[in-house]
């Protein structure tokens, strides 16, 4: 069970967040969630902070399906044919490979979508004078180097996955 939760956490709510802090020059009250608690406030903000998170990152895993799993596909990385009748008696192997690689997958894709939305909004924005040329480069080596893993995890999801259900 710890698996299954941190693999979720991973999937949607660390870009989630992410996509959250992006949003923050339009949504001023989201920087109030994120701030660190000073005093006693109670739950409210930490709680609206998490599940805005999680609804963030299940939004942005929507926008990772509608461009980075597309992208995935169209240059030739298919899902292959799979028996899910061979399931039976394989579902703890099955629930290793998508808590290993489809999770991980999931957070490089969602992640790569909640930075660029939150660096282009930001960017746009001119939210701080550090943003420029430098961080423009930084930003694309992470877009590359997060778009190469996720497309590293779905290849490897996929092979072991039919390889899995093919025996």
């Not at 895993?61 to 899902?79: E, M, T």
């Not at 939150?118 to 694309?140: F, K």
């Not at 072991?160 to 025996?167: A, P």
Request: glycine letters at 10%; a neutral charge.
């Amino acid at each position: 069970m710890e698996s299954f939760s941190f693999g979720l956490i991973v999937a949607y709510v660390i870009p989630g967040f992410i996509g959250l802090a992006g949003l923050m020059p339009l949504v001023p009250m989201i920087g109030q969630w994120l701030t660190p608690v000073h005093g006693d406030t109670g739950l409210g903000p930490p709680i609206y902070a998490i599940l805005a998170a999680t609804a963030v990152g299940l939004v942005v895993s929507c926008f990772r399906w509608l461009f980075v799993d597309q992208i995935h596909h169209w240059s030739g990385l298919k899902a292959p044919p799979a028996d899910f009748k061979a399931l039976d008696g394989r579902v703890q192997g099955f629930d290793y490979l998508v808590q290993n690689h489809f999770r991980y997958y999931e957070f490089c894709g969602n992640t790569l979508v909640a930075g660029l939305w939150a660096y282009c909004l930001n960017r746009s924005l001119q939210t701080s004078p550090l943003l420029g040329i430098g961080t423009d480069l930084g930003m694309a080596i992470l877009s590359v180097v997060l778009f190469a893993a996720s497309r590293d995890a779905l290849a490897k999801y996929y092979q072991r996955t039919h390889r899995l259900l093919s025996q």
